[in-house]
């Protein structure tokens, strides 16, 4: 990676961090399953207790009013999904130490294809309270046997004193829970010690971080780090670093493994990286949201424009799984109405800063590229009329920001999915999530079609009728890439991460929610509960509903019910 080198200091820094780690690797080969279990209880007290500032300090830079109700994603994908994965973490772990399997007590099945499947959410009542509607499988690769799968299931647990060196985590700069949940993955599924290098866009969040980590840190399986590029070009290439965990684009990933210039397209080409050690990596792309037509009323039309809104604007769009193009047929009698609420939705959706850097030159260039863009309220863009044959960048760039570009597909159903497939599969970059929407009735009646459709989308995560973040929030999901990718074709990573049921060589997630919210649902015969997702841009509750979900996380009880639901229903 073609950057100045970091000061003397920094590099003294770098030196006894990385040496703090050699000598902590022992330290970690010594706790027993019990041992770690209690680490990880010890990190959930202290998540609880720092929850509220690590959330001021979220929003501090991401520059959100501290009475708006986007602070909401910050305590929702902040400490919450880091409580939910410390409890799942050492639920693993105390079957173990019981001789049993992670997996022991979840519900096995069939999907597409002769794959066996785990159902991981919902398992317990909370799920089935909270989440009522909402469901997520693990599918395993064809082939994969039940008894293997719970055999296998622990990962580095079964063995917990064969441990694997010093890792690099580099940290990402979006979402705060990301680079805790990356070093419990790096110690507790793969074995190794961790040096946690910070994205600077989130040095606020050090000091919270640092007690959040800080039983990992005094007993020397963790050290964090600041700094920059010059910082992290060190730090991965240090010779007693054995492996390096990264979150971003694949440019960066790009730059970090085979350097930058000529000189590293030359390298990528020769398949002769810069960084001669294992990588892995959870990367952006082109994350599409597919609609299959069907017969909307007013208010589905409405509802799911504000959905695909909030997969487009959540976090400002700096998600590596943020919808980027909308697929639909120009055929649907409803498709007009539809974009006109989806253009709606854009602009209505509350304001915010673009916080994050390079956001204004990213969308510049995606309006500079489309003489048909149309820009929005808030900084919004949306593409529309896009040539199916020539659809231009929008589909090959990631544009990680308030960009949504609308991608028209010909033709009757069958042709319609035939083609959804081919256009998600070989015509966009990346294979980190997909999005479906579709009706009951149309579920119903594709039947085995949606099946086929679901199971030919080559994704780490596929979503019906949800948005793919359900699979991020759900500590026992995998998130990751499809599998399969290589470093000189990485596309969306290499690897998975969360899979708090420590399931070995999982190949996606699905995960499926309610079309109509409640109580709209119950007239549609359906029995969910679930009103507007507290996720959603557009909920009106959703920092009081974030933090009572967050607080409950760090302590369930049945006491806590009556307010959450009050609080979500009001969203």
Request: glycine share 10%; hydrophobic share 40%.
């Amino acid at each position: 990676m073609a950057t100045s080198p970091p000061t003397t200091e920094q590099v003294w820094e770098i030196d006894q961090a990385v040496d703090d780690l050699v000598r902590g690797e022992a330290a970690w080969a010594a706790c027993d399953r019990a041992q770690r279990r209690e680490l990880l209880e010890r990190m959930h007290a202290a998540t609880a207790g720092h929850a509220e500032e690590w959330v001021r300090a979220a929003a501090a830079y991401k520059r959100l009013p501290e009475d708006s109700p986007l602070v909401g994603e910050e305590w929702i994908t902040g400490p919450y999904p880091v409580l939910t994965s410390l409890g799942a973490l050492g639920a693993s772990i105390e079957a173990l130490e019981e001789s049993r399997s992670p997996v022991d007590g979840y519900s096995f099945g069939r999907a597409p294809g002769g794959r066996v499947s785990v159902r991981v959410l919902p398992h317990s009542i909370w799920d089935q309270l909270l989440l009522n509607g909402f469901s997520a499988e693990v599918w395993m690769p064809p082939g994969v046997t039940e008894e293997e799968v719970r055999g296998r299931a622990g990962l580095a647990l079964l063995r917990p004193a064969e441990t694997r060196g010093v890792g690099v985590v580099l940290g990402a700069g979006n979402i705060t829970s990301i680079p805790i949940l990356d070093v419990l993955y790096e110690l507790y599924a793969n074995n190794r010690v961790v040096a946690l290098k910070l994205n600077p866009v989130t040095d606020g969040l050090l000091d919270v971080f640092g007690e959040v980590l800080a039983p990992l840190i005094e007993l020397g399986a963790v050290r964090i780090l600041t700094g920059g590029a010059d910082v992290g070009a060190y730090l991965v290439n240090h010779p007693k670093v054995g492996h390096v965990h990264m979150t971003g684009s694949a440019a960066t990933h790009d730059a970090i493994v085979f350097g930058t210039g000529t000189q590293g397209a030359a390298r990528k080409k020769a398949g002769t990286p810069l960084l001669d050690k294992p990588v892995t990596s959870e990367l952006g792309g082109v994350s599409p949201t597919i609609v299959i037509p069907g017969d909307w009323s007013e208010a589905d039309l409405r509802y799911q424009a504000e959905h695909i809104a909030t997969q487009k604007l959540h976090n400002g769009g700096y998600n590596c799984v943020a919808s980027q193009v909308v697929v639909i047929s120009s055929a649907w009698k409803q498709k007009d109405r539809f974009l006109t609420h989806l253009r709606h939705a854009l602009s209505d959706a509350p304001a915010r800063p673009a916080y994050y850097p390079g956001s204004d030159d990213r969308v510049k260039r995606a309006v500079d590229a489309y003489a048909g863009a149309r820009r929005l309220a808030g900084g919004r863009v949306l593409l529309t009329d896009l040539d199916p044959f020539d659809p231009g960048p929008a589909l090959t760039t990631e544009y990680f920001g308030p960009v949504l570009a609308v991608l028209e597909l010909p033709g009757d159903m069958g042709q319609f999915l035939d083609e959804v497939i081919v256009t998600a599969n070989e015509r966009l970059a990346g294979t980190l999530g997909v999005n479906l929407i579709a009706h009951p009735r149309t579920v119903e009646s594709l039947g085995s079609a949606l099946d086929r459709v679901i199971a030919e989308l080559r994704y780490g995560t596929v979503a019906l009728n949800a948005w793919t973040g359900v699979g991020y929030l759900t500590a026992t999901a995998t998130w990751g890439a499809y599998p399969g990718h290589t470093l000189d074709d990485v596309q969306s990573g290499i690897g998975v991460v969360h899979n708090a049921l420590l399931l070995d060589g999982p190949e996606r997630t699905v995960v499926r929610g309610p079309f109509h919210p409640a109580p709209r649902a119950i007239l549609h015969g359906k029995a969910t509960l679930s009103p507007k997702p507290p996720w959603f841009v557009t909920n009106r509750t959703a920092a009081t509903t974030g933090r009572l979900l967050a607080d409950f996380a760090a302590s369930p009880r049945w006491t806590a019910l009556p307010r959450i639901f009050a609080s979500a229903l009001r969203g």
